[in-house]
């Protein structure tokens, strides 16, 4: 009788240290495939980021490079140019938006949403501006001035969201 119930302590013994192999096993697949999905959805999230910001800076160039041109009516040709590339620049980041914003965070899309419309408020001032007599455009002018002010510091936070989304920490 001993014979037979050391026989089943081993062999439950064995059964069992081979099941604690096997969950620890599947345990560390099951981990391990967390971690890769886990990568590579940080790296459709640095991907993204680093598209937006790419993007929102070109856009931002671009506005500016038009509004130091001091493009008016009698170059219709270049302004005409200028503003077919800023129209093609937000239309490229509407696009990019639309399929890429499901990987930034939602408070960090909203700041991103909220620069490019300071841009494009920056960009509209501007135009503005341009096409009415100065009378009309004093209070155009300080606002199209404030908004430019802002930008900077806009962009640093702005950028700081983006560092801190990606786990940097300074």
Known sequence: MFNVVGGFTALFAAVSYFAKQLFERKMELLAEQRKITFSKTYQLRADAISEAHGRLLDY?????????????????????????????????????????????????????????????????????????????RTVELKKWLETGEKMPDALKALEDDFRTVLGFTD
Do not use: C, W
């Not at 041109?69 to 490229?92: C, F, T, W, Y």
């Not at 939602?106 to 494009?120: D, M, S």
């Open 60 to 136: 931002q160039e671009a506005i500016q490079m038009f509004s130091m041109s001091g493009l008016n009516h009698q170059n219709n040709e270049a302004r005409h140019n200028a503003v077919a590339n800023i129209n093609k620049l937000k239309d490229a980041y509407f696009d990019f938006m639309a399929r890429r914003a499901l990987y930034l965070p939602r408070a960090t899309e909203n700041k991103v949403r909220e620069y490019f419309k300071r841009l494009y408020q920056y960009h509209l001032q501007y135009v503005f501006i341009k096409d009415h007599p100065p009378e009309e």
